[in-house]
């Protein structure tokens, strides 16, 4: 995991998006669950993924311990958090469309791309944090 990665000194930061992006690179290949070639091959990817989910969401959460002040750490996860829920309500609906109008197998193919994306858009927006300082 991340602590791994920081003993061997690499930034708590930049050791967080990594195993996002390894994660997110697993993940991209979520749209196989419905075609796998039988129940248990499929079930042995979704708990894959599933694991791959977890510690991507734990990075997530974790990070913005390392990019902001103590003091301010109430109201970002309060943002997060609200995010997080109209996403969830949001994408909730989006999926229940995508199975009645097209497939599963449509749906897992969508959300295949979202945990790639999030990631390039981590490393596109994120502030660049000189090594040693512990916020921006």
């Known amino acids: ?3 791994a990665l920081v003993r061997r000194g690499v930034p708590p930061v930049a050791a967080k998006v990594r195993l996002m992006a390894g994660c997110a690179a697993v993940l991209a290949f979520g749209a196989a669950v419905p075609v796998a070639p039988s129940s248990w091959s499929a079930l042995a990817l979704a708990s894959l993924f599933a694991g791959c ?3 991507f969401i734990t990075c997530a959460v974790a990070l913005p311990l390392d990019l902001f002040p103590a003091s301010a750490l109430g109201t970002v996860q309060g943002v997060i958090g ?12 989006v999926v229940a469309w995508a199975v009645e109008q097209h497939s599963y197998t449509a749906a897992f193919a969508g959300l295949s791309v979202l945990h790639p994306v999030a990631v390039v858009l981590l490393v596109v927006l994120l502030p ?4 040693g300082s512990p916020h921006p």
């Open 128 to 131: 660049r944090i000189p090594k």
């Open 1 to 3: 995991g991340t602590g």
């Open 82 to 93: 609200t995010g997080s829920a109209v996403g969830g309500a949001v994408s909730t609906l």
């Open 53 to 55: 989910l977890l510690a």
